[in-house]
């Protein structure tokens, strides 16, 4: 009886600690969820936004710069939210906040040259 009694009082021990740290199986499914519910609540503030063909282009954005698409959803879900949007955004609209985005991130490339000057073969004497 004693055996019965210490495996119930170590399993409530164990439901405690899970409960209380956090069940790492049960965590990750909650984050899943979480991860699920805000996809989902972006693909319907993005459908009320934009139109079908502008949803495409950026679709088709998504599939080969993922991180400047997301900035667009960005600012489009801010514009949304802020009602600075008065009517769906249009392609032709779509594409004038992809070239505001575009030149906000537009990284520019410098190249320098360094000449090592130490062993020039000019200042050889030859012999």
Do not use: C, W
């Not at 710069?65 to 489009?76: G, I, M, Q, R």
Request: aromatic share 2%; glycine share 4%.
């Amino acid at each position: 009886m004693a055996d019965e009694e210490l495996e119930a009082i170590r399993r409530q021990r164990m439901a405690e600690l899970q409960a209380k740290h956090g069940d790492p199986s049960n965590d990750q499914q909650g984050q899943q969820e979480a991860k699920q519910r805000e996809t989902e609540m972006r693909n319907s503030i993005l459908a009320q936004v934009l139109e079908q063909s502008a949803r495409a282009r950026l679709s088709n954005l998504a599939l080969v710069k993922p991180e400047k698409a997301k900035a667009v959803e960005n600012y489009l879900i801010q514009l949304a939210r802020s009602g600075r949007l008065s009517a769906k955004v249009s392609e032709t609209g779509l594409i004038e906040i992809l070239e505001k985005v575009s030149q906000q991130t537009e990284k520019k490339t410098t190249v320098k040259f360094n000449r090592r000057r130490v062993m020039d073969s000019d200042e050889e004497d030859d012999d």
